[in-house]
């Protein structure tokens, strides 16, 4: 650790799992050092290939309650909301008790955070979770900057929102950036969607990939239109009445089963339907989804195979697996709402009446020109302005780990106290908290 560094910025991360994030952080903390920048990574599974301080946290909100054992805190969150975002991003079941000591624990970490380290800003993995919202209010609450980071929309990208993503991404709920979307997207040009689309081409499209063991089915093909369906991640954008009162990311419809069973009503008879669940769905929550037959689950198949044999595909959600299918020219029909549905980019029902004849719309492809059009210069905007390359392969992408770095140190406000006693310090108050156990 560099001591002449004097402000620490600290970035969660709960996909260390794949390697390309730890590159990322690793590249962006030397970015950072450049600006007398600390890089803390906040990790969810210890990552021995991360070469910046890195402090173990839990997954689920409920692991704070375990690792945490102080008495008497209050939470300030309102609980219920809380305890069904977690259960729906992690299945994790437990009583309102037991949600309010966790939360209550976990604001209690991020205030220490606040407190003890200081740091000039935070990057916050994917806010939709509920760990990293409390995180968020909690450090937003004590004047700390905090941006939400996910991978990004595209191939060898990062996005970095001040809200949230899927239908709080920038584009959609800041106004100075949705006032100018159409002119924004006026002016782009088509050399960054061609390079996008060469990178997506050239590489696995899987963020996940087929689960083991699953037979490698033989796609069929019949006399219709041979459509792909995809979903997100239950708890991000699909069942939003578990993360906010007026389902903002998906307002149609109750739950992913309602979806399933519209669009297969909406669909001619002789379409033939492939189906690829999110991971988190099938594999964490084990979500009791009862397909229609016609429905066939393709999870031995990898995604690109899946994109290149469809016709059409239908994104249930916000999943980022929408925009390799605009890169592939695919009509898109979009259940959610999203910068690409924001763009006009995919076909979309405003309102859950409106479902079959957006689908017919999408079948025939009645607005094609138009959408292959802002498909185009939607790939264009979030190049030159909404994502952050991972690496030189994605030079079409404007911004890289620098100038997010110059962007992070431009909040630092002057610190007097070293790095390193922070961080001592930081340390000191967790450690006795966890080994004491008594009230706060």
């Known amino acids: ?35 007398s920048t600390q890089l803390v990574v ?21 692991g704070f309650d375990r690792e945490i054992p102080l008495q008497d805190l209050a939470p ?92 709080w991404d920038d584009s959609r709920v800041a106004f100075a950036l949705h006032a100018g979307l159409r002119m924004d997207l006026a002016r782009q040009v088509g050399e960054a969607f061609d390079a996008a689309r060469a990178l997506s081409l050239s590489a696995p499209v899987d963020r996940h990939p087929p689960r083991e063991g699953t037979d490698v089915v033989a796609l069929p093909r019949g006399d219709g ?42 669909l001619p008879t002789d379409a033939t339907v492939l189906f690829r669940d999110h991971p988190i769905n099938r594999e964490v929550l084990r979500h009791p989804l009862r397909l229609p037959p016609r429905f066939v689950e393709a999870d031995g198949v990898p995604i690109a195979g899946l994109l290149e044999h469809a016709d059409r595909v239908a994104c249930i959600g916000t999943t980022t697996l929408q925009y390799e299918a605009l890169l592939r020219d695919k009509p898109l029909l979009v259940l959610g709402r999203s910068p690409a549905t924001a763009a006009e980019a995919a076909y979309a029902p405003a309102r859950a009446a409106d479902l079959g004849a957006c689908v017919a719309a999408w079948l025939a492809d009645r607005d094609g020109p138009r959408k292959r059009a802002n498909a185009r210069a939607l790939v264009g905007l979030l190049c030159e302005r909404h994502l952050v390359r991972e690496d030189d392969r994605a030079l079409h992408v404007r911004n890289g780990v620098v100038e997010l770095a110059d962007f992070i140190a431009a909040q630092a406000v002057p610190q007097a106290e070293p790095v390193a006693d922070r961080i001592d310090r930081f340390a000191q108050r967790i450690l006795a908290a966890c080994s004491i156990g008594e009230p706060a």
């Open 225 to 266: 239109p041979s459509v792909l369906v995809l979903t997100s991640a239950i708890g991000s954008s699909i069942e939003p009445t578990a993360l906010r009162t007026i389902g903002l990311s998906q307002p149609l419809w109750p739950d992913l089963q309602a979806i399933v069973d519209a669009l297969d009503a909406a």
């Open 76 to 167: 300030f969150h309102a609980i219920a909301p809380v305890a069904l975002a977690e259960r729906a991003w992690s299945g994790s079941v437990a009583g309102a008790d037991t949600f309010a000591r966790a939360t209550a624990k976990c604001e209690w970490f991020y205030q220490a955070i606040a407190e003890e380290l200081r740091p000039s800003g935070a990057l916050l993995w994917n806010t939709t979770h509920p760990h990293s919202r409390v995180a968020r209010n909690v450090l937003q609450a004590s004047d700390v900057p905090v941006w939400c980071f996910e991978r990004g929309q595209l191939a060898g990208t990062y996005q970095v929102q001040a809200g949230e993503v899927n239908a």
């Open 1 to 35: 650790m560099n001591t002449d560094h004097d402000q620490i910025c600290v970035a969660s991360c709960f996909a260390l799992s794949d390697p390309r994030c730890a590159r990322f952080l690793n590249r962006l903390g030397d970015a950072l050092a450049e600006q």
């Open 42 to 62: 906040l990790a969810t599974r210890h990552a021995p290939e991360l070469e910046y301080p890195q402090i173990q946290i839990p997954y689920s909100i409920l």
